[in-house]
């Protein structure tokens, strides 16, 4: 039974983090990047703190003890920056894209941590190189639809593909000592202020642009940040972390039905097949192999 509730609470993050991307891109039409990145940023970082209150209300000393003052604050800080890199580049991308291609594009993080991992004194099994093969057949078919290029879009989502990598695996690194939902809140933080900057010196947002993106940024902020990523939390603690991996994956999935059903946007039978290609990959790649190789883990992927 608690396995049952883990799966839908994963379900249903992924869900929300698909349909997520419908909000981004609406947003984006009223408000810059920077300026909607950096809103629901903080907007996720104070709905997180009551969870933070909640959370470490009933932790024993003992576990208390277990976390790291000084790591949660370092690490909520260096993934903060690198989340406000990636989530940039996404920003700016979905004006360029749909949020089809975005949603499948972006989930090229579940193939590229393994590699990237190799880096770090790693290594990566016949099957990870299989996944990344077919991973860039399928990006091929999604995207290169006019001769050997990528779109602006399209050539913003790989690099944020990359960005959200390397952000995995510094979260993977900082949260063995870590307080995992308090790093996320102060993550948040550090992104939204960040985003201030150049909020303030390209965009200038008013009042009124404010208001008019209000729904895409409670539903970024409070559902995308704040909600998905406290039931991911539920959800691991009752589920297999590679058929958890597999489940988040399905983000890609709804990012595709939620352009359809919401914004009315339609894919080629090559970019279908492109789509299927790279969700192929990133289940091949979360498969639990007989050795130990090193695998995504999704709790990372909502930070």
């Not at 308090?182 to 992104?191: A, E, G, H, R």
């Not at 059903?261 to 979360?286: D, K, N, P, Y």
Request: net charge neutral; aromatic share 10%.
């Amino acid at each position: 039974m608690k396995s049952l509730r883990g799966t839908f609470a994963l379900l249903l993050t992924a869900f929300i983090w698909g349909v997520a991307f419908v909000a981004q891109q609406v947003g984006g039409e009223t408000l810059g990047a920077f300026s909607f990145n950096g809103i629901r940023s903080f907007i996720g970082s104070a709905v997180l703190i009551p969870v933070v209150w909640f959370i470490n209300r009933g932790k024993t000393d003992a576990q208390r003890e277990a976390v790291s003052l000084k790591a949660t604050v370092i690490g909520g800080i260096v993934c903060g920056t690198l989340l406000f890199t990636a989530s940039s580049l996404q920003q700016v991308g979905l004006l360029y894209t749909t949020v089809g291609k975005a949603g499948f594009i972006t989930a090229l993080y579940i193939v590229c941590v393994p590699v990237f991992s190799i880096f770090l004194g790693n290594k990566c099994g016949l099957r990870i190189w299989v996944a990344v093969a077919i991973a860039v057949i399928g990006l091929y078919l999604l995207c290169m639809t006019g001769g050997l290029y990528l779109s602006r879009g399209d050539a913003l989502m790989v690099l944020c593909a990359f960005a959200f990598s390397c952000h995995i695996l510094c979260v993977d690194y900082f949260c063995v000592r870590s307080d995992n939902v308090m790093m996320s809140c102060i993550q948040f933080f550090t992104c939204g202020t960040l985003s201030v900057l150049p909020m303030l010196l390209l965009e200038h947002p008013t009042a009124a642009q404010m208001q008019a993106a209000l729904i895409p940024l409670l539903y970024a902020g409070v559902l995308s940040c704040g909600v998905a990523y406290t039931l991911q939390i539920v959800g691991q603690k009752y589920v297999n972390p590679a058929a958890a991996s597999i489940i988040m994956s399905l983000e890609a999935v709804f990012s595709v039905l939620a352009g359809w059903v919401i914004l009315h946007q339609t894919m080629t039978g090559r970019e279908l097949l492109g789509c299927t290609l790279m969700f192929s990959a990133s289940v091949l790649a979360q498969l639990p192999g007989k050795k130990a190789e090193v695998q995504t883990d999704s709790a990372e992927e909502a930070l």
